[in-house]
Every structure is written in C-alpha cells, then in structure tokens.
C-alpha cells in the first residue's frame, strides 16, 4: 500500500484530524487525488475467522438481492471473493438457487454461509429440513457456517433444540460451524447470551460507523445525535478474545443512494470510506454487503486491503450523516417499537421504506414488508399521532411511517 492510505495513523489521530481539517470548515468537498494511478479491483487481503480456521476474503458478497444473476457471482470470484453469504429466505430462496447454479465446479474454492430463524419453540427435525432445502438450492453437501438468522430476543437462543441440531448437522457433514447474525434493539443483549453458552464460531452483527461513540464525540456542536449500542465495541471485543469470528453488515449506515457523489474524490467514495471504517478497527475480521452489479463489486473492494482510514474519510461520513441524519432510522434502537396502540411496527415499517426510497430495491421492500403481519395501513386514518416524539433522534415518525406505507403499496 502506498504512504496515501496513512499507514502510521491510527484511529483516536484519524478523528482528530479529520474533525479539524474536514468538519470544522463546512465538509468541503474533496479535492480529487493528483496522479493517482488505478489499481484494478480486486482483493487484497484475506482474514482468518476466528477459531473456525477459515480464511476469508475481508469484503465479502451478500446476496440477500441476488435474483439469477450469476455473472455477478462469477465477477467476484474473478476478483478474488470466496465469502458467499445467503439465507433460505434471500429473494424467497433465489439467491441461494443463483449460488448454486454459478458455484458449479467451483464449491470448493469458497466458503459457503446460509441462515434459518430459530424460534423459541422450533424443533431440531424443523431446523434440518430448512438445512437440507437450503443445501439442495445452493446444490452442495454442506455449509461451511450455518447461522441463527436476525435474532433480537435472548429467549430464542435458549432453544436446546438448536444445539440439538447444530450437533446431529456436524455429525453428518452437513455443516461445519455455527452462529447467529442479528442487527436489533436487543443485539448486544443476545450476543453476550451467545458467548455465555458458548453458541457460536462466528457472529454477523450490524456495525457501521454510526454506531461508534467516538463518531459522535468529536462532533457534538454539529450534531445532535447519539451512537446506538454504544456497548456494542465492548461485546465485540469480548467475542475477538474468545476467537469468535466476526462479520459486520449494515456497514453503510442505511446506505442512501446519490447523496455525496459531489464530494466524493481524492479520498474514497462514500462506500469505500464507511468500509475503511470498520475494518480498520480492532473488533471485526470482514464484512458482507450486498452486491448488485459488476460496479459495485469493483467499488466496494477499492476498500479491500485497507488497515487504517484515510484522513479524508472521516469528512465524507460525517456529511451522510449530516445530510441523512433527520430522516434515517438508526439500527440497534427500536426505542420506537412499542409506541403505537395499534401494534403497528414501527422500526420494521422503517426498514422497509429505507429498501424502497434509499436503495431503489422495491421488489425486496415489498416481501418484507408483507411479512410484517401487522402493516401501517392504521397510520393513514391516525390522528392522536401516539409515536410522535417517540424517538430518540428526533425523526418525524408519524410522517416518515406514512410514508413509508405509501411507497411500498405504490
């Protein structure tokens, strides 16, 4: 790596420099790097995954859209991604048939990750018939990790049934090692359930750079907001020294389209900035994101290989959230969740609305929204406005759930 990517400069330098030379005047825009010479995308460092032993590359590809497109799958091998991470309920199970179409003759040059929820009550003959659908779709033996998907209630992970599972699975070669992945209101309460019983090999948690304190702390007369989870560092770090591996999603931080192509340059693009973020601290092996076109895989591993931030970076963040910050729901809050009378769920309804109006992807803000089971259709009709001030970074609820209604029902 060249002098550019700040070798020497560690984390606590990297704030303090970038809230003095970028925040304090205006966040200009930045200037564009004077005969840079490009380095073809590809990847550029490989992470051991904690005590599964497993070398991975450090951005890896998410295929919760994947919807048989397998050139995009062949153009990540190309550049080096042996890290598919899916679920049997990714694009109602597409993205794992789209995998095992395009791994064809490649399975063992990768690393296969899949997902099923594990409810309280759900029994162990349940869990291995969603493995085994899942293996038939991805046309493989086996996985290499298999995980709890989207817990945010400790009472799932009390389930012996899983165990139960996960032990009868290993047995049969059907998977090697297993964990859960979550980004909700009651994550770090679940993670430390998890390592206190010793259930997983490798967590795939929401960490994104506005969910680090320090993010905040230098900018507190420009914005009024605060990190969620801000025990998030801590559990991670207890999870890296039991050599639990360690994957962050949700590492753009909702990841709203178009916002900061202007200033975007010399530095990184926003993505690459929010990437170097996170896989320049000490809590994370590598992250997954999902991966829609040949450009944004050779995008996202412009930040493969990086240790340490750029100076820049940290004025091209601090504008998204300046830009995005009063309409964005934040992940890890839910302090919402139970403010309407009607049951309507509020941080989930959000979500949805982020897919469709931020990300453009209304196809995927449409299933999960009809799975919601309770939907905000109660909002069009409601005038107490009871979720109004209801959260704690000051969003417009009642009319940010409106309309998050409208679009997805469009």
Request: charged share 30%; hydrophobic share 35%.
């Amino acid at each position: 790596m060249t002098k550019s990517r700040s070798d020497g400069l560690d984390r606590r330098e990297f704030l303090r420099r970038g809230a003095a030379t970028g925040v304090g005047l205006g966040l200009l825009p930045l200037a564009a790097a004077a005969g840079a010479v490009p380095e073809e995308p590809r990847v550029r460092r490989r992470v051991r995954l904690g005590r599964t032993g497993l070398t991975i590359s450090d951005v890896s590809f998410g295929s919760s859209r994947l919807r048989g497109d397998e050139r995009l799958v062949h153009h990540a091998l190309e550049r080096g991604i042996d890290y598919f991470d899916t679920a049997e309920s990714y694009t109602g199970g597409r993205s794992e048939e789209t995998l095992g179409k395009a791994l064809a003759g490649k399975r063992e040059k990768v690393v296969l990750v899949s997902k099923v929820k594990c409810e309280r009550d759900s029994s162990r003959d349940e869990l291995m018939r969603a493995l085994e659908g899942s293996l038939r779709r991805l046309r493989t033996d086996r996985v290499e990790v298999y995980l709890n998907h989207a817990v945010n209630d400790p009472e799932r992970l009390r389930n012996d049934e899983w165990a139960e599972f996960a032990s009868r699975a290993r047995a049969q070669g059907k998977i090697r090692f297993t964990g859960m992945s979550g980004h909700g209101g009651r994550l770090v309460e679940c993670l430390d359930e998890a390592l206190d019983r010793d259930l997983v090999d490798v967590i795939l948690v929401a960490y994104n750079f506005g969910q680090d304190p320090a993010f905040y702390q230098r900018f507190t007369q420009r914005f009024d907001f605060v990190a969620r989870q801000p025990d998030l560092p801590r559990v991670l770090a207890r999870a890296k020294q039991k050599d639990v591996g360690v994957v962050a999603m949700k590492t753009l931080m909702g990841g709203r389209l178009n916002d900061l192509r202007p200033y975007e340059g010399g530095g990184a693009t926003y993505a690459q900035a929010a990437f170097r973020w996170v896989l320049s601290g000490p809590h994370v092996d590598a992250l997954v994101v999902s991966m829609r076109s040949v450009a944004e895989i050779d995008e996202y591993l412009g930040a493969s290989g990086w240790r340490r931030p750029d100076v820049a970076d940290l004025a091209l963040l601090a504008r998204y959230v300046e830009r995005n910050g009063e309409r964005q729901c934040r992940y890890g809050c839910a302090d919402c969740a139970g403010a309407c009378p009607q049951g309507v769920p509020i941080p989930e309804v959000l979500r949805t609305g982020m897919y469709a109006r931020d990300q453009g992807d209304l196809e995927l803000a449409r299933a999960d929204y009809a799975r919601l089971g309770t939907d905000a259709s109660a909002c069009l009709s409601c005038t107490a406005r009871p979720c109004a001030g209801a959260c704690p970074n000051g969003l417009r609820l009642e009319r940010l759930v409106e309309d998050a209604h409208r679009i997805v029902r469009s």
